[in-house]
């Protein structure tokens, strides 16, 4: 990086003329114009004042502004650093309005890029269109007709015993089949008798009635 530390400078002498120069110590060169040490010019019209001098610059550009004012009357010389200031300082302000345009250019871009960036971190919710449930008709099932079935009593086992013998059942035969004792038997039968369901065709063998 070219540093800018150079600055043109113009000193009034004793006898009212005007010299001009380059220095990059301008504390240092006015005090060498005034010991005798500077240049020949001003050695013999001491003492010298400061009548103006440029902002830093580099030793190029201040080489340029130092020719530009000796070329110029003495009348112009002021004028001519002024200028040399000036054109300097609408040169810098042109340069920082650029760069600043490249910023805002590269800001831009750069949110450009954060937003594309934050669309591909968030992928598109798919819409699924869901169809309607379709409604189910649950069908209860038909109630079954069937009695329930009783347990069989003594009369009915008894019966049945004897209803499936085609010769008749005794007594004997009765109470080894249902399991049922002689009094008992005896009982059951005396009511189907008395129903007319079964009759006795023996002593102690029942029939069919």
Known sequence: MIKKQWVVYLIRCSDESLYCG???NLRNRLAAHNSGKGAKYTRSRRPIELVGASFKMTKSDALKLEYRIKQVPASR???ELI????NVTINLKKNLQAV???LNKIAKHVDRLIVALDKLAK???????TKPAKK???TKPAAKNVAAKKPATAVDTVLNIINRSRKGADS???MKKTGFNQKKIHNVVYKLKK??????VGNGVYLKG
């Open 22 to 24: 380059i220095t990059n």
């Open 77 to 79: 010389k002021i004028f």
């Open 83 to 86: 200028k040399g200031e000036d």
């Open 100 to 102: 600043i345009r490249e």
């Open 123 to 129: 992928p598109k919710a798919k819409t699924v269109k």
């Open 136 to 138: 189910v008709t649950v």
């Open 172 to 174: 004997a035969a009765l």
């Open 195 to 200: 129903q007319g369901k079964v009759k006795s």
